[in-house]
Nanobody
Framework: QVQLMESGGGSVQAGSSLRLSCTFSGDPEYRESMGWFRQVPGQEREGVAIVDNSGASRYANAVKGRFTISRDSANNILYLQMNSLLLEDSAMYYC?????????????????WGRGAQVTVSL
């Protein structure tokens, strides 16, 4: 059984930084690729950043240069360092895992999900 649990969300001012963490528990074969996604009410879930076991990462254009995804495989933790936060970064952020390293930012490529962590950015 795979479990993902996000932490580190909160309310911050625009321009601030925040780091999300995701703890993975389960068989390592289920975390060949891991990623962060976000969703605003009324909108579709979108990919933010992904990383696979080789360390290859990919970012959505909206966060390139501001967000950094990393993973501590020894401790089964995935991070998302978010800098220079914008109002439009406000969303529920979800951690996800996949058995494949598809390199895709599409949510449909990931089969395991956490419950999410709210990030709210205000002026």
């Amino acid at each position: 059984q795979v479990q993902l649990m996000e932490s580190g969300g909160g309310s911050v001012q625009a321009g601030s930084s925040l780091r999300l963490s995701c703890t993975f528990s389960g068989d390592p074969e289920y975390r060949e690729s891991m990623g962060w996604f976000r969703q605003v009410p009324g909108q579709e879930r979108e990919g933010v950043a992904i990383v696979d076991n080789s360390g290859a990462s990919r970012y959505a254009n909206a966060v390139k240069g501001r967000f950094t995804i990393s993973r501590d495989s020894a401790n089964n933790i995935l991070y998302l360092q978010m800098n220079s936060l914008l109002l439009e970064d406000s969303a529920m952020y979800y951690c996800a895992a996949s058995t494949r390293a598809s390199g895709s930012l599409f949510p449909s490529s990931f089969g395991f999900w956490g419950r999410g962590a709210q990030v709210t950015v205000s002026l």
